[in-house]
């Protein structure tokens, strides 16, 4: 085995992220860490993709490369350059731009064929990897971009025994996990549908990556997923937390530009008290209707203290009319109110991690939510789509670093119109609950303390994830240099 490759041989490694900021950005992150560790990796995307690539990777890696398969806009009709989910806004966009990526098997086939790495480490939503891998022959890594939670509540959520739970309205219990886990609502069947095949895809893979710390999704979870699967998971996270030590790298390198300055958050933050400002966001996905805005604003004023709310759904609306601004902000709400309104994308690591920051109000994306625990912030859940659901019990029902704001409509897609508002009495009342300092607070507040310990001590030398990406680079050195040479 020495004889042929040498103790320090480098692995060569494919990563092919999903074309959307939540799953690109974190498999970016996960891919520098192998370069960081000194092995050879390409990220192959498309080329809209590799602008918001190059600001999502260190620039002075010498380990990573980018390479660009063409995107085929014209077959699914789609126009020039919109190539990500974060660049559609319905239904039929996202649908696709979904049928593009299984379009991007032959130039990705033909790129492995010809440029053959050791492991490719690829989104389980491009299910036709599996069949690529088996014909190359080389061993395939999982990354879906969710908790090991929310996995084994979906893989159990799949089994024939409890194909009945959740029939009916209101709230449910899945069976057969470690803790009691109840939801708000059902998932829609159309989202179960579309997940059962790549969930069963992704278990034909060596493993899973989760971009997690094994301490968040706890020891329970990992021994019930490999009991209950006979497949095997690597918590090597939270990524973003390995990979940026400045305010400056995690400030601009997280795709999209910051329409604020660093400087600018940062000033208007310095200048208020510990835990006494309420970070609202809801990603790049999640967009609320007028209504909803409405009831939010109505909310945070009758609470009427400091926040900083994120509002993508009005970018490059600065300049609306007041009968257009009056049909989502109450009359004089910027005027009237101390909060700092943003339309567009954030520095959100910096704002999180600022002492000034006492609670998040989230979507419960998992980046999202890597991002409050590594921070230490407790958040005011209200999941939206797709995982977001399962992310909200783990969040409030077992670790008990969050608060619901009671939200019980499931999407499909974010930027759905939803029937459901959540009333403005709800968001008053769970924001309450974080902000006003009581000792429900103070307790969640003190787990959640914990938890960002937990997770520096994780990513350290010595750190589980630290040693989960040595056991998993060792594996997958012996895997390669086991293989038969042709």
Partial sequence: MGDIYGEEEPLKLHFLPYLAPGHMIPLCDIATLFASRGHNVTIITTPSNVQILQKSIPSHHHH?????????????????????????????????VHQATMLLRGPVEHFMKHN??????????????????????????AFNGYSLFAVCAMESMNKPSNSTVGSGSGS???????????????????????????????????????????????????????????????????????????????????????????????SWL??????????????????????QLYEMACGMETWGEEFIWVIPEKKGKENESEEEKEK???KGFEKRNKGMMIRGWVP?????????????????????????????????????????????????????????VGAREWSLIGFQNRKKLVGRDSIEKAVRRLM???????????????????????????????????????????LRDCKPLH
């Fill in 348 to 404: 959100q690591v910096v704002i999180l991690s600022h002492p000034a920051i006492g609670a998040f109000l989230t979507h419960c994306g998992w980046n999202s939510t890597l991002e409050a625990v590594s921070a230490g912030v407790p958040m005011i859940t209200w999941p939206v789509h797709d995982e977001q659901f399962y992310n909200q019990t783990l969040i409030t029902q077992v670790r008990g670093i969050g608060v619901e």
């Fill in 436 to 478: 006003d300092g009581g000792d429900e607070a103070q307790q969640i507040r003190r787990r959640a303390k914990q938890y960002a310990k937990d997770t520096a001590l994780a990513v350290q030398q010595g750190g589980s994830s630290h040693n989960n990406l040595t056991a998993l680079i060792d594996d997958l050195k012996r």
């Fill in 270 to 291: 310095d200048s208020k008290r510990e835990n006494s400002v309420l970070y609202i966001c809801f990603g790049s996905l999640c967009h609320m209707s007028n209504k």
């Fill in 64 to 96: 990573l490369f980018l390479h660009t398969v063409p995107f085929p806009s014209n077959e699914v009709g789609l126009p020039d350059g919109v190539e990500n989910l974060s660049a559609v806004s319905n239904l039929v966009n996202s649908a696709r």
């Fill in 328 to 330: 989502w902000l109450p």
């Fill in 172 to 266: 449910f219990s899945i069976p057969g996990l470690p803790h009691p886990m109840t939801l708000n609502t059902r998932p829609p069947q159309l989202l179960t549908k579309f997940m059962e095949p790549l969930l069963e895809t992704q278990l034909k893979s060596y493993g899973l990556i989760v971009n997690s710390l094994a301490e968040l999704d706890g020891q329970e979870y990992m021994e019930h997923y490999e009991k209950s699967t006979g497949h095997k998971a690597w918590h090597i996270g939270p990524a973003s937390v390995i990979c940026r030590e400045s305010s400056e790298e995690k400030a601009e390198n997280r795709g999209q530009k910051s329409v604020v300055s660093v400087e600018d958050c940062l």
């Fill in 116 to 141: 053959t790495p050791d492991c490719i480490v690829a989104d389980f939503m491009f299910p036709w990897m599996d069949d690529v891998a088996k014909k190359l022959g080389i061993p395939r890594l």
